[in-house]
Every structure is written in C-alpha cells, then in structure tokens.
C-alpha cells in the first residue's frame, strides 16, 4: 500500500527534469498521475517509461499560459475521475542576460510560465478542489526567488512572487480544505542546468563550490520532499515555503 493510493495528480512541466521525477515519485506511492507537458515528445516518452514500469500514468498536451488549454485539462481530469487530488506546478524555463539589455519578449515569456502559468493552473484546479473541499497545490519556486542572483531579473521575479502566491492563496483557501504550499529547491541536475552550462552561462564546479554540502541536489532529493508535503503527514502544512537547498541560502561565507 502506497501513501497516496488511488489519488489523482497533475504534474505540470512532467515531461522530463524535476517535474518527471515528481510523477515518478508520485506514481511509486500509489498515485495515479497526468503528465501536462507541452511538449508532445517528452510527455509520451515520460508516459511510456511510467507504464513500462508498471504506473497509471497519462499524457495530456498543456501550455499552462493558456487559460482555455489549463481549463480543458482540468475538466477532463474531473469528468474522467470525479476529483482531483493533487496540482503540481512545476513548468518552467531559464533565460538569463542583463537586465538593461533583457528584451522584453524574454521577460514576458518568464512570467507567463512560472507566475501567470501557476495563477491558471491553480485557479481552474483549484475551483475544482474547492468544490470537493480537498487537494493540495504544490508550487516549484526556486533558491533564486530568496535572494539575488545577478542576470536572472525575470526567473527571480516570477519566483519570489510564486512564494508571496503560495502564502496569499494558502490563507485564502486555508478553511476550505485546499492546502498551498511550496518548494524552494536549490541547484538541481536536470537538463535545465546542463543547457545553462552547454551555453557557458552556469558552471558546475562553481555550483558544487559555492553550495556547503559540495555538490548540487538529485530530482530525488527534491521529489521525495514533494511526495511528503503532497501526503497526509503535511496535513497542517500550508502557506509556505520549504526550501531544499543543502544549506546554500543560510551560507553567508567565502566559498568552503
Ligand atoms: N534545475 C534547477 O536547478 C532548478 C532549481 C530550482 C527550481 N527549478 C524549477 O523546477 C522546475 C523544473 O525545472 P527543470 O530543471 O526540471 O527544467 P526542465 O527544463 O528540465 O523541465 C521543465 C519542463 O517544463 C515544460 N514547460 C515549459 N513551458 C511550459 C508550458 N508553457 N506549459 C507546459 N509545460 C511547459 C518543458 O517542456 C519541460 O519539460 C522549474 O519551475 C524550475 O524553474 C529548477
């Protein structure tokens, strides 16, 4: 028996990187996951890899910055099933410049995806949770939305305020039974990071230097955080953030 049997989640962004680790880790509990990935390829590659291995899983093509497309999804989880349990909003993507040279396509793009994409989300979900008065909405913010990491002005912004989100709406929905919370989760091996450092953007011995425990995070590592704060053992846990960052945002030294 799995901790979260029969339940029904959506992972947004679960195509590949920290998002498929979440589903897997879901599934592997019991829950039977939908995969809301833009990308078509990635969401059928991750469906079939969960089924080979025995989960219910399912694929459905989301751009969680259009209304109309989050809508549908969230209907035709709940006609299908009759509820949903679990909301994670994982979709995101890096650009990083200068902020006074950034062009504003790029700003725009940002903020669609990892602010206004998690207010759609959690708005046509939510609606659906409030009604059942119960579910849970995890939020994937990030180490950047605690602190300033220069040339990162857009992603920061849309995750500092995935933070304030998670507190406002938290409180809002706290007596209707929908907890909100979230994960900061510091530098994580995923193919997000290989292409900043491919670019030459991000090194990663400067990550494993600069972070006091020596090295950057497994999907693992973040998943099995989420499976916990989904789960009824956080069952007084909402309006917060918890950051999983080996200790890099309390770290106020020279490199160890
Ligand atoms: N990797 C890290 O170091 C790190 C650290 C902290 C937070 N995060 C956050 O974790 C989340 C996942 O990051 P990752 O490293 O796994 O990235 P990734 O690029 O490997 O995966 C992101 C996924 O989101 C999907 N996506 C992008 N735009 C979408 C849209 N409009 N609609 C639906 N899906 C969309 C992509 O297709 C991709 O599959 C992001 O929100 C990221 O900001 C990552």
């Known amino acids: 028996m799995g901790e979260l049997d029969g339940r029904i989640a959506i992972v947004t962004g679960a195509g590949r990187g920290i ?4 589903a ?5 509990a019991g829950a039977e996951v939908i995969i809301a990935e833009f990308r078509q390829e990635l969401g059928d590659e991750a469906v079939k890899s969960l089924m080979d291995s025995g989960h219910k899983a399912h ?30 909003n994982n979709a995101g993507l890096a650009e990083i410049g200068p902020t006074e040279t950034f062009p504003l396509d790029k700003w725009n793009l940002q903020i669609d995806v990892m602010l206004n994409g998690v207010f759609i989300c959690t708005q046509a ?3 659906v949770m409030l009604e059942q008065h119960k579910g849970v909405i995890l939020n994937i913010s990030s180490i950047g939305g605690l602190g300033a990491w220069p040339m990162r002005s ?16 938290g409180c809002e929905w706290a007596r209707r039974g929908v907890r909100v919370v979230s994960v900061a989760p510091g530098v994580t091996r995923t193919a997000m990071l290989q292409q900043l450092v491919d670019e030459g ?26 499976q916990f704060l989904v789960s009824d053992r956080a069952s007084y846990i909402t309006a917060t953030t918890v950051t999983v960052d080996g200790g890099w945002t309390a770290w106020g030294n020279l490199p160890l």
């Open 24 to 28: 897997k880790r879901l599934c592997e």
């Open 59 to 88: 694929f459905q093509q989301v751009d969680v910055t259009n209304a109309e497309s989050v809508e549908a999804l969230a209907q035709a989880v709940k006609s299908q099933y009759g509820r949903i349990d679990i909301l994670v």
């Open 201 to 226: 953007i991000a090194s990663l011995t400067q990550y494993n230097n600069r972070a006091p425990m020596g090295r950057v995070a497994e999907v693992e590592e973040i998943a099995k955080v989420v």
């Open 19 to 22: 998002g498929f680790g979440i």
């Open 154 to 169: 857009a992603y920061n912004s849309a995750k500092a305020a995935v933070i304030s989100l998670t507190e406002n709406i």
């Open 125 to 127: 979900v939510g609606r």
